[in-house]
């Protein structure tokens, strides 16, 4: 047996968990998102700021998944929202059965948005499907802006950027138009917004987006 | 046979083949690094500076490992040194195989440094040794301070951090000092350099570090 076998296997099994995890929130009408980005692009962060926008007006439960540590969920929990920890041990992205164990722990009845903060790495979280409507990829401006032509493949599979830290633009290398070129040629569809986490700039628009998307669910 | 067995006969055969280049490394002696990071931390610019430093003073040679792209071997080219592009084709690691094969390309007898650019992934490449004498590891300062925390594996197996983009200090939610210390927290042994690839600040300290590791081998 060859290791492509085994890894379609694997993969083939994502699927099936990851269309059970679909139901689920079809069924509870729950918009969910699996964010993704490289470590430190502000996945964190712009979970904070929506938060803090949507405080008493929409229910939203948090998955964190990390390699190591509970940092991230307690940064979220401050915000009195649902929230569960996943930690991979060591691998490299979260995959269906993690998040359908996570779900166990979350009143589901009621549930407006259901944020997955993947592991912070821009490979191998491309190819699992937890289920989500859709995978929500952040650039920060500090990471360049060659990024989607270097990782096309998380790029492709996302349906919205978020471009972060443009407050930092006028001491970077980084022009954030030469980014949304890059990104649209990797993914014409690709719905893209500019935000700073530190300055609030674009977070309005972001959540305006957002919960337009969570009505029509 | 499952999926454990496999990897771990991956991970024997991976070695098998990283004793190989060591040997080759050893006989010609060559300093091999092994530079890993997250997506956009800057292994490009530290190799630029390095390369810029040691002009006509060392003979550096570098592979560039890339999930797509040749776009780092264009920039460092620049430096007129021996450059090889490794493009991984999705795939989230370089391997000590595509290390060996790309071996084939250079004169490696009066080569003194042999730089390893790894693929931008704070996970998975530092679960495969190339035959480098050691891994550094890059961390920019706009990724937070709690990275080593969140991904100790890397911090744990590199001998060197690099601590990048010391520049961007007073615009970020980021202590240097914190960093220090959640690094030094996984890994005691970690030598510890803090630079600018923008001001040149510390490149200079981290150059006589590596020209004395160089004179050693």
Redesign the interface.
Known sequence: ?S?IT?ERK?LEKNDELAAKNRELFKKNKIFTANLVS????GKTSVLEKTLEHFKGKLHISIIEG????N?DAERVSKYGVPVVQIVTN?S?HLEAKLVNDALSNFKLEGTDVLFIEN??????PAAYDLGEDMKIVIA?T???D??P?????MFLNASVLLIN?I??IP?L?CSIEVLRKNALQINPELEIFEVSC?TGEGIGKWCNWLENKVHKK
């Open positions: 047996m290791v085994i694997v490289s470590p430190g692009s990390d390699v190591q540590t940092l060591g490299c592991v912070g790495n821009l490979v191998c920060s500090t990471e360049g060659d990024k032509l270097k990782y096309p493949r830290k407050d930092l001491y290398n530190t």
